[in-house]
T-cell receptor, first 112, second 114 residues
Framework: QQQVKQSPQSLIVQKGGIPIINCAYE??????FPWYQQFPGKGPALLIA?????SEKKEGRFTISFNKSAKQFSLHIMDSQPGDSATYFC???????????FGPGTRLSVLP | NAGVTQTPKFQVLKTGQSMTLQCAQD?????MYWYRQDPGMGLRLIYY???????DKGEVPNGYNVSRLNKREFSLRLESAAPSQTSVYFC?????????????FGSGTRLTVV
C-alpha cells in the first residue's frame, strides 16, 4: 500500500511534443505528491508538487493533473525541449511524513 | 554554494571491505536521509534522521549503519561490503515546512563492490 506505480518506463518525443508520465497510488492517506527531475550524474531535484485538494497545478511548461477518485496523477510537459531530457520520478508522502515513497522513474528523451 | 555535499563521488571496494560515505548540508535542515538508486527500482530509503541525535531505519537498512554527527552531517557506513550494495547512493536533507516540503539531494556517490 506504500507503493507508487509509474509509467511508462521510458518515453521518446519530438521537440515541441507533450510527454505525459503517469503515476498511481493506493494509500489514500498520502497528502503531498512531488515530481523530481534528474539529469545524468546529478541528484534528483524538486520540479513541481501538488496536494490532493487541487486537480491541476502549472509551473511554467510543467503541469500536474490530479485525479483523487482514481488515485492517479500525471506530469505533462508542454512544448518539450531537448533540455528536458532527464529521468522523472513521482513521489508521495503522508501528512507530517518526512519520508517520500518514489516511483521507479521514467527516462524521457526529447529529440531535436 | 548552499546545498548537500557528498563525498566521495566514486568508489570501488572489494567484497568485505568497509567504508563510510560522508554527507553534509548547510541549509539548517533538521531531517537528513540516505537513499540508494538502482536501475528500474527508483530511490529506496536506507536510513533517515529526523533530528540531531535520532536515526531510523528505512526500507532497505540491512548491511548499513548511520551516524548523525551533528545537525549538518549524516554519514553512511558499510561494515562489510557486498556486491549487492553496488549502487548509486544519494544523501538528502529536507525543509520540514509542511506546505512546501521537499528534498534537496546531493550529487551522489557511485559505489561498485567487486
Amino acid at each position: 500500500q506504500q507503493q507508487v506505480k509509474q509509467s511508462p518506463q521510458s518515453l521518446i518525443v519530438q521537440k515541441g511534443g507533450i510527454p505525459i508520465i503517469n503515476c498511481a497510488y493506493e494509500n489514500t492517506a498520502f497528502d503531498y505528491f512531488p515530481w523530481y527531475q534528474q539529469f545524468p550524474g546529478k541528484g534528483p531535484a524538486l520540479l513541481i508538487a501538488i496536494r490532493p485538494d487541487v486537480s491541476e497545478k502549472k509551473e511554467g511548461r510543467f503541469t500536474i493533473s490530479f485525479n483523487k477518485s482514481a488515485k492517479q496523477f500525471s506530469l505533462h510537459i508542454m512544448d518539450s525541449q531537448p533540455g528536458d531530457s532527464a529521468t522523472y520520478f513521482c513521489a508521495a508522502t503522508l501528512p507530517y511524513g518526512q519520508n517520500f515513497v518514489f516511483g521507479p522513474g521514467t527516462r524521457l528523451s526529447v529529440l531535436p | 554554494n548552499a546545498g548537500v555535499t557528498q563525498t566521495p563521488k566514486f568508489q570501488v571496494l572489494k567484497t568485505g571491505q568497509s567504508m563510510t560515505l560522508q554527507c553534509a548540508q548547510d541549509m539548517n535542515h533538521n531531517s537528513m536521509y540516505w537513499y540508494r538508486q538502482d536501475p528500474g527500482m527508483g530511490l529506496r530509503l536506507i536510513y533517515y534522521s529526523a533530528s540531531e541525535g535520532t536515526t531510523d531505519k528505512g526500507e532497505v537498512p540491512n548491511g548499513y549503519n548511520v551516524s548523525r554527527l551533528n545537525k549538518r552531517e549524516f554519514s553512511l557506513r558499510l561494515e562489510s561490503a557486498a556486491p549487492s550494495q553496488t549502487s548509486v547512493y544519494f544523501c538528502a536533507s529536507s525543509d520540514d515546512r509542511g506546505p512546501s516540503r521537499g528534498y534537496t539531494f546531493g550529487s551522489g556517490t557511485r559505489l561498485t563492490v567487486v
